[in-house]
Each structure stands twice: as C-alpha cells, then as structure tokens.
C-alpha cells in the first residue's frame, strides 16, 4: 500500500496503468476457458462454462447449451461436437488502471473452415480474487485482423468509452447501431450486418400468413460494455453489444409453427404471436475523425437466441 501526494491511496496497483496480464496469465486464461467450454459442449451442461463467460458471448453460450440439454433430455440431441482447439494465438494486451481489466486473443482453430477465419475473443477480469471471462468472440479473417499500436514494451492502448478522437465514441456505437437498424442513416459502411440486415428483415416482414416486427435496444452496461483498442491509423476495433427483438404474429384462423429450439427458452403459450429475444455481439471498425472515411464498419456480429415470450 502506498499514499502518493494528493493522498489518495494505491492499493495492489489498481491506480497504477499496468498491463491488464502477462502473457503467461492470458494464455492460463485462454487454456481454462478452452478446457471449460469443451466440457460443457460435450455434455450440453451450461453450469460447466458459466464461470469462464460472460457479456454477449456467455449469454449466447448458456441459452444455446440449454436448448441442447433440451434436446439431450428429449433425444433428439446430434453426435457430440469435435473439442474445440486453438493454435497460433496472438495476445494483444492494453495498459489499464483499475478493474475491470481485458485483453485480445487472435487465433487459428481446427474449426476454422481450412483458415477461413480467426476467432477473437475478448477475456475481461472484475478483480483480482476472480476468473478471466470470455466476454465477446468475433470470427474475423485473417485480413480483418487490424494492427494495433503498441508501445515500446508491446502494450496495446485501449480507447476510453468517450474517445473524441473516433467519428463514433464507443459508449455511443450500440445506441447509434440500434438506430441505424430501425431507420438507417449513414453512420456505417454497407455490407452483411448492417444494410444487408436491413434489406433481409423488409424483405421477411411481411409473409404469407405472417408479419414480423423488430425492436432494437442498445446494450451498454456492466458486462456488456463496450471496448475497444486503438489501431495503427488512429482508430478502433470496438466490440459492442445489441438486444434484438422479433414478434411474430400469425394471421387469424392460422396456426403459429415454434419450432422446439425455441419452446425449450419460451415463457408462456404462443397461442398467435411470438417474440423472440436475442443478444448481438458486434466487431466493429471505428475510423479516426478527420480521414477520408468516417463509416464504421461491422466486420462481424455474432447473435444468438437468448429468450421467447409466447402471447
């Protein structure tokens, strides 16, 4: 313990800017999520990997191994999944004070569709007595990969959630992703996540016996707070998280199909109408203020079903 001049008191470094872990403790991290996510893959048991996850990746993870369980207790469930394996992983580790503290892991997997892409994974620790958590995964290829500035010791430097100097501070990217959903606008590039799900969800809108509606909510708190790293260029690989509804409505006298995935989260009886609930994790491209280029792009998101409210 240590009084500097002002008289505010350090205690185990948690105002000193320190590498939020070494490399030893980062590859530990990656090893016991890696053994923990395995084990509950094999046995569709959420309670295995609970405690190595969190944010939008540990929301997504426990809803989908408790649709497996659910099929497991119905028979139904598939061959046991192949144990996930990582090789040439990249640590990208920031400088942080205070908790909680995260860092990047890169890298190649034997599920990676013969190199097609890397998974991302963003490992966060609230304090120091607690376990490193897998808090957002991307599933990036190897070009999207962006180069990070570092600092003479190899350190990252990650982008304060009001950055200034980014056309969209992270704090606000899932507020203006949620809008951008409903109404568009010209804050992100075009492409699979961002007008092409547009297009995708005017075009599923109205079917034959069927409207859909959506509702976006912006995620920005706690475990689903963004973070971000500062690039080469002056900008940010930024990962975010998104809430997403979908309702359903069938028209009168039709019967509304719900498939048994989505029984086995739904509250309540869907006698005409669904809504289905599900978490996004984004990873995003955040252009310096001031280029040629001020769109955000969405390299990846990841969404899974989470909840159902049946009406």
């Known amino acids: 313990m240590a009084v500097t001049a002002s008289g505010c008191v350090t205690v185990h470094g948690e105002r000193e800017i320190v590498p939020a872990a070494t490399k030893a403790e980062a590859a530990r991290a990656l090893k016991d999520f890696t053994k923990a996510y395995n084990a509950a893959e094999a046995e569709a048991d959420p309670a295995k990997d609970a405690k190595y996850l969190t944010g939008p990746f540990g929301a997504i993870n426990q809803a989908d191994l408790k649709v497996r369980a659910e099929r497991k207790k119905n028979g139904s469930e598939g061959p046991a999944p192949t144990p996930l394996k990582f090789d040439d992983t990249k640590f990208t580790i920031p400088k942080q004070a205070g908790w909680p503290r995260w860092f990047v892991a890169d890298s190649g997997s034997n599920k990676d569709n013969n190199d097609q892409f890397r ?44 950055d200034s100097k980014l056309t969209v ?17 010209e804050t992100f590039e075009e492409g699979t996540h961002t007008s092409g799900w547009r297009e995708k969800r005017e075009r599923e809108a109205e079917r034959l016996g069927l409207v859909t509606q959506y509702i976006d909510e912006p995620q920005n708190s706690g475990d689903f707070a963004p973070v971000g790293l500062r690039t080469e260029n002056g900008g940010a690989l930024v990962f975010f998280s998104t809430r997403h509804f979908e309702k359903r409505t069938a028209a009168e006298g039709l019967n509304l199909r719900i498939p048994a995935d989505v029984r086995a989260l739904m509250r309540g009886d869907a006698k005409g109408a669904v809504t289905l609930e599900s978490v996004a994790g984004q990873a995003a491209l955040v252009p ?24």
């Open 169 to 185: 501070p992270p704090k606000n990217l899932s507020k203006e992703y949620a809008s951008y959903l409903k109404d568009g606008g």
């Open 288 to 311: 310096p203020k001031g280029g040629t280029n001020s769109l955000v792009q969405v390299l990846n998101r990841v969404q899974g079903l989470t909840g159902a409210k049946g009406e």
């Open 119 to 162: 998974w991302v994974l963003v490992f966060t620790r609230g304090g120091m007595d607690l376990p490193w958590e897998a808090s957002y995964v991307a599933f990036l290829k190897p070009g999207q990969v962006p180069k990070f500035k570092k600092d003479a010791d190899g350190l990252a430097e990650p982008v304060a959630l009001n």
